[in-house]
């Protein structure tokens, strides 16, 4: 497991260490946190990840993902089928017991989102601390939220957005290393795609079958297909790998590989190709995570430190 040097992790109201004296025992108690809850389903992993993701392109990284109620972010499409809001309410109960109202649920999503990546064998980075939470969570704020059809364009364009260049988007869509998707939402993918009645023509032939044995028309959309096939437990470059041979399962990832703007990044990401020096993903990965989540950090009286991580104080 590698461990990323801090140089680089200082943000706008962040830093690296910042309840070393308020809550020290903050980290340990999430990164424990993080590990009971993967012992016993290890899909937690991805699903922590996923929803870090989500909350940071929302009102930027405030922990805003959390709060319940009537049209929240949480109740948005994309956010539905989220998962891990277990392991950040038992985190946060912890640390209030030893350290009330100090540490922020956007510092514990924060940190949970890097310590899921480290138990499924992951890198571990130094995640800069001192978010506050957002009092502000609207399903009307999420139609920016990167989707499974958009166009490599539309995805560069979200993630310029958020101040995240296109190696920024390659490197953590590369966070599908692990975790799966439904059928639903790649399965039009497999049947009809094309005029002619074909599947899409960016499929491996060899791999189509599989993916229609697992999805097959109008079966069961809720069915779980691995991201990363062959590999969707593990944290590594096969996820890149895949794409290059026509085995990403979303058509937003498969694009990548399918535009020239991406596909550099990509190559790279998954080893040195074509003359390309590449490029170490697991330092990668974890430099494009703490610049994610410096966006739109909420600092003093622009936010709070909720008592409850799923209400407004």
């Given amino acids: 497991m590698l461990t990323l040097s801090p140089t680089y992790v200082q943000g706008q109201g962040t830093r690296v ?11 340990s108690i999430v990164s424990s946190t993080v590990k009971s809850h993967f012992s016993s389903d290890p899909s937690i992993a991805p699903g922590l990840l996923r929803m870090h993701f ?22 948005a499409g994309p956010n539905i089928l989220l998962r891990g809001y277990d392991v950040i309410t038992d985190a946060k109960t912890q640390i209030e017991a030893v350290c009330p109202d100090v540490v922020s649920c956007a510092d514990i999503l924060a940190l949970a989102a890097r310590d899921s990546v480290v138990v499924t064998n992951g890198p571990s980075w130094a995640v800069p601390t001192g978010r506050k939470d957002g009092r502000v969570s609207l ?11 958009d166009s490599v364009d539309v995805q560069k364009k979200k993630f310029a957005d958020k101040g995240l260049n296109p190696q920024d988007l390659v490197t953590l869509v590369g966070g599908h290393t692990i975790g799966t998707s439904a059928c639903q939402f790649f399965r039009y993918r497999l049947y009809n795609f094309t005029t002619t ?11 189509l079958p599989q993916l229609q ?8 959309g809720t069915r779980r297909v691995g991201l990363d096939t062959g590999s969707q437990n593990k944290f590594d470059v096969n996820f890149f790998t895949n794409l290059r041979n026509g085995r990403g399962v979303l058509e937003s ?5 399918n535009d020239a703007s991406t596909s550099v990044h990509v190559q790279r ?10 490029l170490r993903f697991d330092v990668e990965f974890g430099r494009s995570m703490v610049k994610m989540s410096n966006v739109g950090v909420k600092i003093g009286a622009q936010g709070e430190i909720r008592k409850v991580c799923s209400a407004i104080n």
């Fill in 17 to 27: 260490g910042f309840y070393s004296r308020t809550c020290s025992q903050a980290e």
């Fill in 54 to 75: 989500h909350d940071c392109f929302v009102q930027g990284c405030d922990g805003s993902i959390l709060i319940d109620g009537a049209s929240t972010e949480k109740t």
């Fill in 139 to 149: 399903v009307s704020d999420t139609s920016n939220l990167p989707a499974f059809t």
């Fill in 197 to 207: 009645g074909g599947a899409d023509p960016s499929i491996d032939p060899s791999f």
């Fill in 253 to 257: 990832d498969q694009k990548l590989w």
């Fill in 269 to 278: 990401l998954s080893g040195p190709i074509r003359g390309l020096l590449g």
């Fill in 213 to 220: 044995t697992l999805c097959p028309d109008n079966g069961d």
